[in-house]
Structures are given as structure tokens and as C-alpha cells.
């Protein structure tokens, strides 16, 4: 359940360009009423000790469908005697990416909405296809090599070109698609993209190649973890189908969490990629990264985290300007009222800069403020 109270800036999910869940699209009666904001069905079936299953189910009112399928794989882990240990997972999920979604039903208990990063992992970066990784497992540490193929991701990147970054807690779910605000270069009046639907679908596949990712991740005595991932769709850039278009995205991400004090975390992801669709007529780079302190015990967690995001666009076309750069300051705070009951509060503060905004009559520079308060119950 969620009740939240946000500044005038009108949320990207009303179809306008701000950065967060909720802004002036809610009615004044609205914005302090309590509503649920996600319900999510976990189903994981185990066959026998080395195959299993996980499905997702999830509802949220931003959803295209209410009722809708986030993750849905198998999973094959046979026993190992050795150092080494294998896995194979296939079917829909997210890559290994996010150091803050350590929850059931990809939640993450340290705020309510998680980073720019990984709001758009879970947003337009979930795949479809089979992944093996392999622990070696030493005296103090744990080596992981990861490597996946997937399809179904061709539109990865539309989101941060046409409306850039934002910072929220909604997932992409199988058959989801995520509103685009009326921006000149994707009008159908216009000359650039103007077949392109007034929404983006991230689960489709437009080119029909295969997309890889491939990672390395090490654990050290249980205090400190260190990840690198580099992801490539290989994206057909000049391909189109039903209103979406293909990009040709990649991005490199390194992140960290160590344990400095009893119950206490530093956790940061940085990320940083490219992107380019029409051959070379939308080409722009993009980058983010977060650094969080957290401290928590069973009962009770204050997380304290800085985003820093931005994009750099290549082709200075001024129907098209995908320029931006921004920052943000998140408090969350978490009690737990009883088992299986949690509380939580969060104040998300939002400054971005994005020229792109004028071609819609506002102002060049949002300040945002959102205040939020969670209950959460787990059964």
C-alpha cells in the first residue's frame, strides 16, 4: 500500500517528462489517499534438489495490463562436490545487475524507490533467453562468471532517449508498455520518428538477432562484493515493426557493497553506455551512478543514497535533443511493525536539467520533490 504527496511536476507515467512515479497527474484528493501500488503473486516450484522454477506475478495500477507476468524461468543447479559449481537459468528475467533488489518479487528493502540505474534496469533492460554462471568457490572468496544470450529486448534505450532518466519503483512486466510524452521527434506531423507509437513496448523483438551479456562478480569473507557486467543487444539500428523501433545499445556496469561497521553498507553502481537507432540520426551516450549508506538491523533500516545521471547527445539535431544531466538525494527509513509487517517513509528530492523539455512549454530545469509512505506485507 502507498500514500505520497509530490511536487507539481507532472509524472512521466501522465505522459509529460518528469522523473518521478507520482507528480501533478493526481488530483489533490489523491495525493494523500492510500492506495495499492503493487501486488505481487511469487510462485517457485521445486521438481527435485537441482531444478526448480520461479514465476512472477505482479499487478500495479501503471501497468498496461493489471495482472501481468514480471519474471517467469526455470532454474537448473545440480549438486557440486567440488570448488565449482554450475547454473543454468532460462526464460524471463533480469540480468545481475541490480546490488539494491535483494528483496522477494524483485523489491529492494532499502528505500522505496530504488536508483536511476536501476529504475531502468527494471524498466527496459529484463531479458528473455538462458544464462549460466559458474561459482568458484576458494577458502575466503567466491568467483562468479556469468554469460546469457537473450532476444526480446530490442527497444532498450527508448526511455532514456526520448524522455531520459527517472527514478521510480515500477517494473516492465511481459506484455508492459510505458507512455511517451507528445515530443516533437516522434510526432506524426514531424520529419524524424514518426511512426514510432506514443509508448515504447521493452519486451519485443524487432530484428530477430540474439542479444549477450557477460559478467564476473567476487565475494570477499561476506563483507565485501564486487560486480562487472557488460550488456549488448546488438540492436539492428534501422529496423522497425508495429510502432517500435530497434536500438543498438550497450553499457558496461561495476558496482560494490561492503560491509564497513556492524549493520552498516556502502553500496554503489556505476553505469555507463551508448545508443544509437535510425542508423545514425539519434546517437547519445549515457551514464549514472549512486553511492548509499545504509544501516539496518531486522527491526528497523535508514538509507541515505546520491544519484548522479546524465545523457550526451551526439547528433545536435534540434527536434531531437536528448541532452541532460541531474542529480537526486533519497532518505528512506523502515520499521518493522510485526512479522511479515513493514513501514516504511522515504523523501525523494530530484533536480534534472533537460532542453528537450521546451518543445513541450516547460521549464529547462525540474526541481522535484516526493514524499512517500509504504506498507508493506508479505504472506
Not at 57 to 68: G, I, N, R, T, V
Not at 131 to 148: G, I, K, N, P
Not at 157 to 167: D, I, K, N, T, V
Request: hydrophobic letters at 40%.
Amino acid at each position: 500500500m502507498r500514500s505520497a504527496l509530490a511536487s507539481t511536476a507532472e509524472s512521466w507515467f501522465d505522459g509529460s517528462l518528469g522523473k518521478t512515479r507520482y507528480g501533478r497527474g493526481q488530483n489533490v484528493s489523491d495525493r494523500t489517499a492510500i492506495d495499492i501500488a503493487e501486488a505481487s503473486l511469487v510462485i517457485m516450484p521445486r521438481l527435485n534438489y537441482e531444478l526448480s522454477g520461479y514465476v512472477h506475478l505482479s499487478y500495479a495500477p501503471e501497468q498496461f495490463k493489471p495482472l501481468d507476468v514480471v519474471e517467469a524461468f526455470v532454474n537448473y543447479r545440480p549438486v557440486s562436490t567440488s570448488a565449482n559449481r554450475y547454473q543454468v537459468k532460462a526464460g524471463m528475467f533480469y540480468p545481475p545487475i541490480s546490488l539494491e533488489h535483494t528483496d522477494l518479487a524483485w523489491a529492494t528493502p532499502y528505500s522505496i524507490t530504488p536508483s536511476a540505474i536501476n529504475s531502468w534496469i527494471g524498466e527496459e533492460v529484463k531479458t528473455t533467453g538462458v544464462e549460466v554462471s559458474m561459482e568458484h568457490r576458494m577458502a575466503l572468496q567466491t568467483l562468479t562468471f556469468t554469460a546469457a544470450g537473450f532476444v526480446a529486448n530490442d527497444p532498450t534505450a527508448s526511455l532514456l532517449a526520448w524522455r531520459g532518466w527517472a527514478m521510480h519503483d515500477v517494473k516492465v512486466t511481459a506484455d508492459g508498455r510505458f507512455p511517451l510524452a507528445p515530443i516533437p521527434a516522434i510526432s506524426p506531423t514531424g520529419n524524424l520518428f514518426t511512426l514510432q507509437a506514443p509508448w515504447v513496448e521493452p519486451q519485443r523483438e524487432i530484428d530477430d538477432r540474439a542479444g549477450y551479456y557477460a559478467g564476473v562478480g567476487g565475494d570477499y569473507d561476506g563483507w565485501l562484493t564486487l560486480e562487472g557486467l557488460y550488456y549488448n543487444n546488438r540492436g539492428t539500428s534501422t529496423d522497425f515493426e508495429s510502432g517500435q523501433y530497434a536500438f543498438a545499445t550497450d553499457f558496461y556496469n561495476l558496482g560494490f557493497n561492503a560491509v564497513i561497521a556492524d549493520d552498516t553498507e556502502l553500496i554503489g553502481q556505476y553505469l555507463s553506455g551508448k545508443s544509437r537507432m535510425g542508423g545514425t540520426v539519434l546517437d547519445f551516450t549515457f551514464d549514472s551512478y549512486f553511492l548509499m549508506l545504509s544501516r539496518g538491523t531486522e527491526q528497523r533500516r535508514i538509507s541515505l543514497r546520491f544519484d548522479d545521471f546524465g545523457s550526451d547527445d551526439k547528433t545536435f539535431i534540434p527536434e531531437d535533443n536528448n541532452n541532460e544531466n541531474g542529480w537526486a538525494l533519497t532518505a528512506a527509513y523502515s520499521l518493522e511493525l510485526a512479522a511479515q509487517h513493514r513501514l516504511m517513509a522515504e523523501i525523494l528530492y530530484v533536480s534534472s536539467d533537460r532542453p528537450g523539455r521546451a518543445d513541450l512549454n516547460l521549464a529547462l530545469e525540474e526541481k522535484e520533490t516526493q514524499l512517500q509512505i509504504s506498507y508493506r506485507f508479505n504472506f
